[in-house]
């Protein structure tokens, strides 16, 4: 029963095609602002978005479903263990980059709605520019072994002593929208360290310091209310009347503006019960 519940507003009923709960759950995943290159001209979801991290720039690949330089020959199976296993088809293994820590966690059905979208999309040639990493990198073995090291393949299991509205929230955030890939800190190997679930990360993406989400009332959101949660996952508003800006404009932009009430609820309820943690 809560996994139904968890599903509906992704479902928006029985009649909703596949192709559009599946551009829902594109948004809802961030996946725009991940795939686009910065430029100008960028086309959505070709790639070439920079990411600087301490191991070196990683440049997102395109997922348009063109034949060669897109995702255009990828089976079901392919994506599906992409998301869940981090693993191409080719078996080679994807840096942790990628956020397949989080999205592990996703439904086999939410992943296929995602990837009948992408497949409906006009194809975008435009050929994978090489990540620029560390000597230590340089092989696909090295994300292997960190996957072997670091990483467990699990889907998502609704808690059933939390209700429907909490498990939602707890699915979006964890998994679906991977917050934590940017909001909890990671050891020296790049493992995101669940046990300081959202508690802010001092040397996230690019360089920059991502804030505390948790419910710590000093470092963190807890002494906001929950509209005022909601409003910053719709508008970008902050409680003293600024706006978010850096990584966090596209976000709003791509993501979380783009949900229905009811799930940025969802999402405020689940912030709201992660327990206080500074850095």
Not at 14 to 23: E, F, I, L, Q
Not at 117 to 137: C, D, G, I, K, T
Request: hydrophobic residues 35%.
């Amino acid at each position: 029963m809560l996994l139904a519940g968890l599903l509906l507003p992704f479902l928006a009923g029985a009649g909703v095609p596949v192709v559009k709960r599946g551009a829902y759950l594109l948004h809802a995943g961030g996946c725009t602002s991940c795939h686009t290159a910065d430029d100008d001209d960028a086309v959505a979801l070709s790639g070439g978005h920079a990411l600087e991290t301490p191991f070196g720039t990683f440049y997102s690949p395109n997922i348009t479903p063109d034949p060669e330089t897109g995702i255009g020959n990828w089976t079901d199976e392919d994506f599906v263990n992409a998301l869940w296993h981090g693993v191409g088809p080719d078996g080679g293994s994807y840096y942790p980059a990628f956020p397949y820590t989080s999205y592990t966690g996703m439904s086999r059905e939410d992943a296929l709605a995602i990837k009948a979208y992408l497949f409906s999309l006009e194809p975008v040639r435009r050929e994978n520019r090489a990540h620029e990493l560390e000597w230590y990198l340089f092989s696909r073995r090295a994300a292997w072994a960190w996957q072997i090291l670091n990483f467990t393949s699990e889907r998502f299991t609704p808690d059933p002593d939390q209700d429907e509205d909490w498990n939602r929230g707890a699915y979006l955030v964890r998994h679906l929208g991977h917050c934590g890939e940017c909001h909890t800190p990671r050891n020296s190997l790049g493992k995101v360290l669940g046990e300081r679930e959202l508690a802010g990360n001092p040397d996230g993406p690019n360089g920059k310091k991502v804030p505390n989400i948790t419910t710590s009332r000093e470092q963190g959101i807890g002494r906001w209310s929950r509209s005022e949660i909601e409003f910053l996952l719709e508008i970008g508003m902050l409680p003293d009347g600024d706006f978010v800006g850096g990584a966090m404009s596209p976000v709003i932009d791509d993501n979380t503006s783009r949900l229905t009430p009811e799930d940025r609820q969802a999402i405020a309820t689940y912030l709201q019960s992660v327990p206080a943690r500074d850095y």
